[in-house]
């Protein structure tokens, strides 16, 4: 018995060391950031002659990927629950087309929009007569932070919806219930965790966002451009001041919606 134990409690020790050691890796390159910014840089920033350039930059992030999520929400939470429930001829291809985007250098991402909606792709004519242009453009940037975190919300949701027993909407539906008003009161609620979780991995991989948006729209600048930009311009210490601000605002946010969603 005494044995068992102190084999339970090595291979504890085991699984604590290698853990550590992944936090370790991950949390140093932060820590490294933060040691290394030169704080009059960060000052300059945040109130010298380019504040007006980086609040600009942050705007365009934050709005852009608000309204990719936005749009992500109200299409991708059908999409999740229709494969998560119905078979149908073509499925497999549908769920292969979702994840797509996973697999796709960001350049590639950024090609194949162009290719379909900017202004010589398949549908450029039809969306530039009604006054939509992606090149260039604030819903260019929404366009791409949509393409490339649909997935991680598609994914995240239907195995949530896939996680709640059937049985529960077939109850609702035995007692008169449409199958939509079953979804409504019994399988969106609760999936809503799964919804939140998939909502916040989608919104921070379009922020995240950089090698389309060089592509399909370098204009407006978000904070991934602007990073990029300084970098080749004012050289390391300013790029790695503004990465600084820009990932304590990216934790600052995970941390609050992670204790919201628990």
Do not use: C
């Amino acid at each position: 018995m005494r044995r068992g134990a102190h084999r339970l409690e090595a291979a504890l020790l085991v699984l604590a060391a290698l853990s550590s050691l992944l936090v370790l890796f991950l949390a140093l390159p932060i820590a490294a950031l933060y040691l290394k910014v030169d704080p009059h840089v960060a000052s300059r920033l945040l109130g010298g002659p380019l504040r007006g350039e980086v609040v600009s930059a942050f705007k365009v992030s934050l709005l852009a990927s608000a309204a990719a999520l936005s749009g992500l929400l109200v299409l991708g939470i059908p999409l999740a629950y229709t494969l998560a429930r119905l078979d149908f001829p073509g499925k497999r291809l549908v769920e292969a087309l979702v994840d797509i985007p996973l697999a796709l250098p960001h350049t590639v991402a950024g090609i194949m929009i162009l290719e379909a909606y900017g202004s010589r792709g398949l549908l450029g004519g039809g969306l530039s007569r009604l006054g939509l242009v992606l090149e260039d453009h604030f819903l260019g940037v929404v366009a791409v932070m949509a393409f490339v975190s649909a997935p991680l919300l598609v994914d995240t949701v239907k195995v949530g919806f896939q996680s709640i027993p059937e049985s529960l909407e077939a109850v609702a539906r035995t007692l008169g219930a449409s199958r939509l008003r079953a979804f409504l009161d019994i399988s969106l609620p609760l999936a809503l965790r799964s919804i939140a979780a998939g909502s916040l991995l989608a919104w921070a991989r379009g922020l995240s966002e950089v090698g389309a948006l060089l592509v399909v729209a370098y204009y407006p600048k978000t904070v991934n451009i602007l990073i990029l930009e300084y970098l080749s311009i004012y050289g390391l210490p300013y790029a790695a001041a503004l990465a600084a601000i820009y990932a304590a605002l990216a934790l600052g946010v995970f941390t609050a919606l992670r204790v919201l969603v628990s």
